[in-house]
Antibody, heavy 119, light 108 residues
Framework: EVQLVQSGAEVKKPGESLKISCKGS????????IGWVRQMPGKGLEWMGT????????RYSPSFQGQVTISADKSISTAYLQWSSLKASDTAMYYC????????????WGQGTLVTVSS | SYELTQPPSVSVSPGQTARITCSGD??????AYWYQQKPGQAPVLVIY???ERPSGIPERFSGSSSGTTVTLTISGVQAEDEADYYC???????????FGGGTKLTVL
């Protein structure tokens, strides 16, 4: 069974750094793109970027380029989303998704990680 | 930047047909995908490649495409279909994804 299991909720202060994770199981982790999607409170879905764990090829949405870093450790089948300096506006639910092979679509979603940034 | 446009809300009575549209300039060249999201849950794919239905999705969900507009149709709407619906596609260069703003379906 394919699963994407994300790390738990985080509460951080502005200016702090953070790295959240997404562990894939039940499939060949290195053969599928993993993406990240943001959902701010009461708002819609926003695609942030994606990584191919097989060779670490990474693409970012223009809206998120330079704001976050996407990485992966294929030895432990885990993708990451990290911030070097959080802002209150980073408060949101973050989902990792697996890209359906050959399509520009997600076929599996993680359960989401809620990040709260507040002083 | 590329955008997909959806109506903010659609309301229908149980048993009626709900239609949710999504417009974008690249839709004639790129497939569209539809996700259903219920409160507190992760989204679920209900239509892929404009009109295909994943296994496990009820037959009352269908999709269609015409020019720069794609449409999600829910026939015989049930109370359990009340949710937010998002269209999603890729830009014309196949580089990045984009989501529509979402449509809240209310079952009266």
């Amino acid at each position: 069974e394919v699963q994407l299991v994300q790390s738990g909720a985080e509460v951080k202060k502005p200016g702090e750094s953070l790295k959240i994770s997404c562990k894939g199981s039940g499939y060949s982790f290195t053969s599928y793109w993993i993406g990240w999607v943001r959902q701010m409170p009461g708002k819609g879905l926003e695609w942030m970027g994606t990584i191919y764990p097989g060779d670490s090829d990474t693409r970012y949405s223009p809206s998120f380029q330079g704001q976050v870093t996407i990485s992966a450790d294929k030895s432990i089948s885990t993708a990451y989303l990290q911030w070097s300096s959080l802002k209150a506006s980073d408060t949101a639910m973050y989902y990792c998704v697996r890209r359906w092979t050959g399509l520009q679509s997600a076929d599996y979603w993680g359960q989401g990680t809620l990040v709260t940034v507040s002083s | 930047s590329y955008e997909l446009t959806q109506p903010p809300s659609v309301s229908v009575s149980p048993g009626q047909t709900a239609r949710i549209t999504c417009s974008g300039d690249a839709l004639p060249k790129q497939y569209a995908y539809w996700y259903q999201q219920k409160p507190g849950q992760a989204p679920v794919l209900v239509i892929y490649k404009d009109s295909e239905r994943p296994s496990g999705i009820p037959e009352r969900f269908s999709g269609s495409s015409s020019g720069t507009t794609v449409t999600l149709t829910i026939s015989g709407v049930q109370a359990e279909d009340e949710a937010d619906y998002y269209c999603q596609s890729a830009d014309s260069s196949d580089t990045y994804w984009v989501f529509g703003g979402g449509t809240k379906l209310t079952v009266l």
